[in-house]
């Protein structure tokens, strides 16, 4: 009843194949949901219902008690923050335009605004001498801490990420990682997110949900998954992804 | 003298002071908006406010230019204002011009008035003159000769043959034609005459009338078509074979003009007739090929001679101003033209589906048309006619295609995550579309921009063929007087335009590519 997001019997088709088939789904408020499975699963599609960029076929997705509709999505988008892989950050706006983009556009006064990108340079320990810098003139790394505080500017209910960590050297991840965790669990927010990678989704997520062909087939904790997987894919998926050699 | 010629000109001034006046602190954008609709205004008003000289017209040899001004003159003589508009073009477009209003009188030859015209091949005087009537057109009485169509050789290499007439041609097949490509198409032209005089030569190419004459004289042609009172007869020492079977019809040269001409200005030019004779045209045409200077051959005419003649007193520097001046304005108006209508355009037809693929379809077709096709196709529909308007709606429309396509391909080339960003932001399609996806297209929009930019300066040219003037002018007479410095004096000029703009947008390309873009 405390969810932020339901899915009831979603699906949609892409041509004749199923993308999601059935999905029934709660994001908890303020814990971080880990979305896993392989490619073509059905994770990404998860998120991009909630943006909007997609539309379901069939079920109804809630947004903190409002139905996902054409009329409704524009008001829902301004209370989401997304993330993707490759940042989508707009590469003929410096780092420091990227993130007023949105706040002007929607007409934050311009004290509030420059108080706000103080707070997420420091949260995200983002050096405020690089905001002047264009996307190509960042490192990856920094790359996705200024997408990741673009989505964070107008303080979302809801942050999506998209395998936010996946183009980055694992050095680089593992900082990411660990700086979002800090990040989440100090402003409390609410997180969907998608990733293949199991030992991410465990770090991160309070609740995992393992997809397969546009299913979820099984929802829990790592641990759960691996002591009482419900089919033999589970426990192909957990096995799989402890790697080949145990180091 | 002039007033008639800068009050037909003055939307150009007006839109030229604009330019001027503009060059302030405001923004660029709002700049060219007010730029161009002010140009768009005075453009479109100008020639209903002021009253117009009688517009007279010539078609692109020495002898329509200085039968133009003689009646140039003659009006004058009478206080009637009068303009010329030199070498507009062939039959077709100073017919139509007539026809449509953008001229009042020309030249023209009773023998191409019946059969190209009227398609009535001999038909009397009486009949012409009730033909052309229907149409709103009257005829003067003939100018006193006939300017027929002959064929002309070389004299040397006539007699080396023994040729004395057309007939004498059958037998000798290897012999080289160079025709006029209107000689070729006329309906009392090449095909009806080889017919008739059943000649099958082996070749037969179609070249300019001026240039002909140089191929003839170099030997690279045997036998070209020529008006029987053309100065280059003489100058070049040529014999005009007997025309034995009668084959061509007679060309009297009379004036057509508009029958709401005012009667002043009609008497005027009715008293020209039979006061010119073969011999004294070719006199004239033959004055006004060795001066270039029309006027003078037409005041020799009245029997004014003189020395120094405002015309010719023009310097280099003021012509060159004058031409690259308008030129500038034919290109750049019409460039402004197709930005204004292209960028939207092209971004309806970025959304692809059949409306995309049918702007994309149709820009696509304008650019196929030939320039001088589509400069005869504007010129007799209602509100075009011979002038700078046409011009410009023809450039406008070459230039339309480069900006549309990159417009649209560069709106389409942009990533789906950069896409799919900006629609997370949750920002309208209005804002998306102003604030991230044209700059990201800018670069291509751009480019676009520059290639109708390069388009437009060398099309340009062309205008010069409809009387809108520019860098054209001087290398369509250079053309028609067969004169390689005249030629130069525009294609100089032009190219070295070209050059400077290419060189201007690439400036251009560093103030409107956000730099983040550019790394």
Known sequence: MNALVHFRDVSKLFGNDFALRDVNLEVERGKITALIGPSGCGKSTILRLIVGLVVADTGEIQFDGEQIAPGTIMKIRRRLGYVIQDGGLFPHLTALHNLTLQPRVFRKRRDEIEKRIEELCQLTKFPNSALDRYPLELSGGQRQRVSLMRALMLSPELLLLDEPFAALDPLVRVNLQRDLKEICARLQQTVLLVTHDLPEAAFLGDEIALMNEGRIVQRGSVADLRAKPTNEFVREFISAQRGLVQL | MNAGKESRSGGFQAADLITRRSGDRRSFSSNAALFLSASAFFFLSNTFIYADPVIIGSKKFTESYVLAEIAKQSLERADIKAEHRQGMGGTIILWEALRGGGIDVYPEYTGTIAEEMLKRPGASIAQLRNALSAQGIAMTDDLGFNNTYALVMRRDRSEQLGLKTISDLRTHRELKFGLTHEFLERRDGWRPLSERYQLAPSQVLGIDHALGYAALSKGEIDVKDAYSTDAKIGDYGLVTLIDDLHFFPQYKAVFLYRNTLASPASHALNDLSNSIDETRMIRLNSQAERTKNY????????????????????????????????????????????????????????????????????????????????????????????????????????????????????????????????IALGLTAAQRLRKIFLPLASRSILAGIKTSAVINIGTATLAALIGAGGLGEPIISGLNLNDHVTILEGAIPAALLALLVQFFFDLLDRVLIPRGLRL
């Open chain 2, 295 to 422: 006027a003078a051959a037409a005041r020799q005419f009245f029997g004014v001679t003189e020395n120094a003649s405002p015309f010719v007193s023009e310097t280099f520097r003021n012509k060159l101003l004058r031409w690259v001046t308008r030129h500038l304005e034919l290109a750049g108006i019409s460039l402004l033209l197709a930005i204004i209508v292209g960028l939207p355009l092209g971004i309806i037809a970025s959304r692809g589906g059949a409306v995309g693929h049918t702007i994309l379809g149709i820009t696509g077709v304008i650019q196929t048309i030939p320039s001088l096709a589509l400069l005869a196709l504007l010129v007799p529909l209602p509100f075009f006619g011979i002038s700078a308007r046409t011009a410009i709606v023809a450039l406008f429309l070459y230039g339309l295609l480069p900006i549309v396509r990159n417009t649209a391909t560069g709106l389409q080339d942009i990533p789906r995550p950069l896409r799919e960003s900006a």
